[in-house]
């Protein structure tokens, strides 16, 4: 069956450090792959996504992905953080046989400290 | 980016009342739509898919009976949660597909009081 891990379920980096969120997936065929963050309180906005070709993704407001089909993962990295970036990320498998599902993981919460 | 709206934004009733969510795509046609629901501090879990004229395919353990979803044209798809209780206080959220990407709503905060 689908499936998407986030190993993490917290994290918390210094305002300017760098960050990695971990997602692993398991799909039996070539995957569509997104990041998704949520603010308190809010709908889901798209950071990125990868369909295929490269397999470093750039997404907006400074994140990246890297898919790696060797380890079914899709982690998402920014080299610098900022206090606005906290909130809660979203790694998320589509489903193309049906209909564009998504299957989600269970979110990481990530936490800015100055 | 395509644009999804919900309304209400959030809504308190009592329980035992219909509660009706609405979900528009305002600037693309969504042939298929999905309403997803969201419990505290927990992953979005999908409910339903929704095409356009025709009926909604629900997932394994939610209650067709209880949650009706109607996706009359390609912009608006509804969802009504029937006779609420207080277990069906949630956050729903509904998405629209263009293009193999989902582009979700803001949400609707239930309380079913």
């Known amino acids: 069956a689908q499936s998407v891990t986030q190993p993490d379920i917290h994290i918390t980096v210094s305002e300017g450090a760098s960050l990695e969120l971990r997602c692993n997936y398991s799909?039996?065929?070539?995957?569509?792959l997104f990041w998704y963050v949520q603010s308190p309180g809010q709908g889901l906005q798209l950071l990125l996504k990868?369909?295929?070709?490269?397999?470093l993704v750039q997404g907006i407001k400074g994140f990246e992905a890297e898919f790696k089909r060797s380890q079914s993962s899709f982690n998402l990295r920014k080299p610098s953080v900022h206090w606005s970036d906290a909130a809660e990320y979203f790694c998320?498998?589509?489903?193309?046989?049906?209909?564009?599902?998504?299957?989600f993981g269970a979110g990481t919460i990530l936490r800015v400290k100055s | 980016g395509a644009v999804v709206s919900q309304h209400p934004s959030w809504v308190i009733c009592k329980s035992g009342t219909s509660v009706k969510i609405e979900c528009r795509s305002l600037d693309f046609q969504a042939t298929t739509m999905f309403w997803y629901r969201q419990f505290p501090k927990q992953s979005l879990m999908l409910m339903a898919t929704s095409n356009e004229g025709s009926k909604a395919t629900y997932e394994q353990g939610v209650e067709k009976d209880k949650f009706l979803i109607n996706h009359a044209s390609l912009t608006l798809s509804t969802l009504t949660v029937t006779s609420a209780h207080p277990e069906d206080s949630s956050f729903y959220i509904c998405s629209g597909t263009s293009n193999n990407e989902q582009f979700f709503g803001p949400g609707t905060r239930l309380t079913v009081l």
């Open positions: 998320a498998v589509g489903l193309m046989e049906y209909g564009n599902k998504l299957v």
């Open positions: 799909y039996g065929a070539t995957p569509y």
């Open positions: 990868y369909f295929s070709g490269d397999t």
